[in-house]
């Protein structure tokens, strides 16, 4: 079976852009989440989707940040416009039932913002 | 204090030895623990779930809990210089906020020594 599915792998963006990060999550997962992790401060919850609706949204960091899930099984994060903070690794994972279950990760979103 | 704490390490062992990672947690409400394995570069991988007191065993990993101290330990049996990871705690709970969801410690580094 596919694993969580993220694009691009890298972007390399400079500040003002706007950057789009894509997750596909496990086919049969309802519950979908983004991560930030850097070294300063580790691995943060920014959003999580149950069913494609947002369920918390606290730790997306200011309203720069965006998500959406139109479908079951698509999500994009967007930093509109990105700063050099933003640059970190991007993860998305996805759940079967419980956000409290078992998170799979996919293979991540390296941003580089100059 | 932090609501998921990790010693940061690194921890080092022998090759063959057992490697012992430890976890508290603040939530005393929390029902899910598990266990990531992130090498650099890459995303966290999920190695082991516990969710009742006592000890789970799965190949060489062990994980043990323990609600009532808020601790919750991976030992690693037998160490191969490829266990040489970060180790990353997550435990579920509310946290001061207003859903549940899981909070991942900072991790411990783990190397072990051919």
């Known amino acids: 079976d596919a694993g969580v599915i993220q694009s691009p792998r890298h972007e390399v963006t400079e500040m003002g852009q706007e950057v789009t990060l894509r997750c596909k999550p496990i086919?049969?997962?309802?519950?979908l989440f983004w991560y930030r992790q850097t070294m300063m401060r580790g691995l943060e919850l920014l959003i999580y989707?149950?069913?494609?609706?947002?369920?918390?949204d606290s730790g997306m960091p200011e309203d720069r940040f965006s998500a959406k899930m139109p479908n079951a099984s698509f999500s994009t994060l967007k930093i509109q416009p990105s700063e050099p903070r933003d640059s970190a690794v991007y993860f998305c994972?996805?759940?079967?039932?419980?956000?409290?279950?078992?998170?799979?990760f996919g293979p991540g979103t390296r941003l580089t913002v100059l | 204090q932090k609501e998921v704490e990790q010693n940061s390490g690194p921890l080092s062992v022998p090759e063959g030895a057992i490697a012992s990672l430890n976890c508290t947690y603040s939530?005393?409400?929390?029902?899910?623990f598990f266990w990531y394995r992130q090498y650099s570069g890459k995303s966290p991988e999920l190695i082991m779930s516990?969710?009742?007191?006592g000890d789970k065993e799965d190949g060489r990993f062990t994980a043990q809990l323990n609600k009532a101290s808020q601790y919750v330990s991976l030992l690693i049996r037998d160490s191969q210089p490829s266990d040489s990871a970060t180790y990353l705690c997550?435990?579920?709970?509310?946290?001061?906020?207003?859903?549940?969801?899981?909070?991942f410690g900072t991790g411990t580094l783990l190397a072990v020594q051919p």
């Open positions: 994972a996805s759940s079967y039932h419980s956000p409290t279950g078992e998170q799979f």
């Open positions: 086919s049969g997962h309802n519950s």
């Open positions: 989707f149950n069913n494609n609706v947002p369920i918390d």
């Open positions: 939530d005393r409400g929390s029902q899910s």
């Open positions: 516990i969710y009742s007191n």
């Open positions: 997550a435990v579920n709970g509310y946290y001061g906020g207003a859903t549940n969801k899981l909070i």
